[in-house]
């Protein structure tokens, strides 16, 4: 299994709809995050989380929510789809007190018609 | 606050030539990680390298090395007689230590490497 695992990996839903994207880990670390990547703009981070009652906006939270229903499991809803959220996304999970760098899920490719 | 930029959007050589990817950042803490990712057609990211602010050695790693000048802020990736399999959009990305301790990571936007046969 995939140390990080998203799903649906591919979405295709029209405006207005809710639509959540999950994620689960099994590296057993406290801190996720999620990133949208767009051509031209890298990766942006949307929320993070550095443990189940800690939640932080990143900056470009606007249009999204989180919920992080246990140290493993972290999810990303966009709660009326707009097209402008059409996008490639990432959840990924890392250690602490250091950097050791993100182990990424395989990404959910959303696209809002 | 801190910054990425990765200046080439797109590059191509031809296989068997060696190519380097420019990196440079912006912070104004003094302890900080950098890195870099691999991104191929298939659009999983893969972990490459990790580098510390208080480590300046170069690195090599078969035919991928990593230059880290922390007196011109960059952090250069140079793969050497390139392969069609390192066609790919590399990311650069960085994570200071401030007061919130290492809170996440920043990236470029990314180089679009293609190697052609």
């Known amino acids: 299994d995939a140390d990080v695992t998203q799903t649906p990996r591919n979405r295709i839903t029209k405006t207005g709809k809710r639509i959540m994207l999950e994620c689960s880990q099994t590296k057993g670390h406290d801190r996720m995050y999620w990133y949208r990547q767009d051509p031209g703009l890298g990766l942006r981070l949307i929320y993070y989380?550095?443990?189940?009652?800690?939640?932080n906006k990143g900056e470009i939270s606007d249009g999204y929510s989180v919920s992080r229903q246990a140290q493993a499991k972290f999810s990303l809803s966009l709660e009326s789809a707009i097209p402008n959220q059409t996008a490639l996304y990432f959840c990924?999970?890392?250690?602490?007190?250091?950097?050791?760098?993100?182990?990424f899920g395989s990404g959910t490719r959303l696209t809002v018609v | 606050a801190q910054k990425v930029t990765q200046a080439q959007t797109e590059i191509s050589v031809v296989e068997k030539e060696d190519v380097t990817l420019d990196c440079v950042y912006e912070?104004?803490?003094?302890?900080?990680?950098l890195f870099w990712y691999k991104q191929p057609p298939s659009g999983e990211l893969v972990f490459l390298i990790r580098r510390n602010s208080f480590d300046e050695q170069n690195e090599i790693s078969g035919r991928y090395s990593w230059n880290f000048q922390k007196s011109t802020s960059s952090f250069n990736f140079t793969i050497t007689a390139s392969q069609v399999v390192d066609s790919a959009v590399y990311f650069c990305a960085l994570s200071a230590l401030n007061s919130g301790g290492y809170q996440k990571v920043t990236f470029g936007i990314g180089t679009k490497l293609q190697v052609i046969p």
């Open positions: 990924a999970t890392s250690d602490e007190p250091g950097q050791s760098g993100y182990t």
């Open positions: 912070t104004r803490d003094t302890t900080y990680y």
């Open positions: 989380s550095f443990d189940v009652k800690d939640i």
